[in-house]
């Protein structure tokens, strides 16, 4: 009984350890110094298309993008750790679009 409770201590210490992690590993992308954001549609990629920053927060001491314009819709897209991109919902088909560099 007391080997069975090291070991589940031993998992909750490790389970809190890999949240940590996971919470430094945020890839919430931060705001490029200019403030203008690209992105290209997964599922369609090719054009770069330029869109709209609604919503900025400070974390780390850095800007970072909370949600982005849907180019299509002009809906408010929320960052999506999974996909790592910005999804949309709100026109039909779900769209997936990922932050691309100038
Ligand atoms: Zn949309």
């Not at 992690?21 to 690209?38: A, C, E, F, Q």
């Not at 298309?49 to 400070?58: A, D």
């Not at 991109?85 to 779900?94: L, R």
Request: aromatic letters at 8%.
């Amino acid at each position: 009984m007391g080997r069975r409770q090291t070991m589940m201590e031993k998992y909750k210490i490790q389970m809190k350890a890999y949240r940590k992690k996971r919470m430094k590993n945020d890839s919430t992308p931060y705001l490029p110094l200019d403030g203008i954001v690209y992105v290209i549609n997964s599922l369609d990629p090719g054009k770069k298309i330029q869109t709209q920053v609604v919503k900025t927060t400070i974390r780390s001491q850095r800007k970072i993008i909370e949600t982005l314009a849907c180019p299509e819709c002009k809906n408010e897209m929320l960052w999506d750790d999974n996909w790592e991109a910005f999804i949309c919902t709100k026109h039909g088909k779900k769209a997936i679009y990922e932050l691309v560099l100038k």
